[in-house]
């Protein structure tokens, strides 16, 4: 899948950012005159944050929808249904920034489980733990943001998914890596 470039990544974050206002103000969206790249099945995450806190983040890790579709539906779900959070408010709209992550899609970790903390690159690969009826997934920014190695990452995915950590070293937990491409609104 081809890399967006930096025009298509403004795009996205305007899309994201105007979804987000329509929802909250009670409207919906509607896709028009798209670059040929939003109409490609992608996943994609949109994350929320306030004075540099997180107020929300949601997305579509798999590639099941064109990524304009897929940008409208992170954004309002981040926007309005992350269960973390209540649902961004009108006021709130001129204080939050934006972050577009366009996925690309996840692969299994194919190796041992042992070796897992050697094949995930931290600030490369974002990671999506599934086993035991569970699953969690973290963008590949999250580690660097917080200074964690491969092994605290797979802990942390683990957690995230409701697992205890280390259960990524069981036979029967899955672990797969995917690459994002980081569009912050504050840079684009």
């Not at 979804?19 to 670059?35: C, D, H, T, Y």
């Not at 064109?66 to 209540?86: K, N, Q, T, Y």
């Amino acid at each position: 899948m081809a890399m967006l470039t930096p025009e298509e990544g403004r795009t996205a974050v305007d899309l994201a950012r105007s979804s987000i206002e329509k929802a909250v103000n009670g409207g919906r969206m509607a896709l028009q005159n798209l670059p040929p790249v939003f109409q490609e099945k992608r996943g994609v995450f949109v994350t929320i944050k306030r004075q540099g806190h997180l107020r929300g983040c949601i997305g579509v890790p798999y590639p099941r929808m064109p990524l304009g579709e897929a940008i409208v539906e992170a954004a309002v779900s981040a926007a309005l249904e992350d269960p973390r959070f209540m649902p961004v408010s009108p006021r709130e709209l001129d204080d939050i920034d934006l972050e577009v992550t366009v996925l690309t899609e996840p692969r299994p970790l194919d190796c041992p489980p042992e070796k897992r903390p050697n094949s995930v690159e931290v600030g490369k690969h974002g990671l999506i733990v599934s086993g035991l009826g569970r699953g969690g997934l973290l963008l590949p920014q999250v580690p660097a943001e917080y200074g964690w190695t491969s092994t605290e990452f797979l802990d942390q995915t683990c957690l995230k998914a409701g697992l205890p950590a280390g259960c990524w070293r069981r036979d029967d937990v899955t672990v797969q890596v995917f690459e994002g491409q980081i569009f912050d609104e504050k840079a684009v």
